[in-house]
């Protein structure tokens, strides 16, 4: 093997690791920002039942 196909190799296994950490960022993201905001719209419903 040349140092061309090491280079190749090396970023073959950079974009493969990038496209499979992506969408778990996405999904996992999503999964943590969900509560936090439906969290947020819980309590301003509260604060509007209990100012009334």
Same mark, same amino acid.
């Given at each position: 093997? =040349?140092?061309? !196909?090491?280079? *190749? &190799?090396?970023? $073959?296994? &950079? #974009? %493969? *690791?990038? #496209?499979?950490? #992506? /969408?778990?960022? *996405?999904?996992? %993201? %999503?999964?943590?920002?969900? /509560? $936090? &905001?439906?969290? $947020?719209? !819980?309590? =301003?419903?509260?604060?509007?039942? *209990? $100012?009334?």
């Amino acid at each position: 093997m =040349t140092l061309s !196909d090491v280079n *190749i &190799l090396i970023k $073959k296994i &950079l #974009v %493969g *690791i990038i #496209v499979t950490i #992506v /969408p778990f960022a *996405i999904i996992f %993201g %999503g999964l943590w920002f969900t /509560p $936090k &905001l439906l969290s $947020k719209t !819980d309590k =301003t419903k509260q604060h509007i039942q *209990i $100012k009334q």
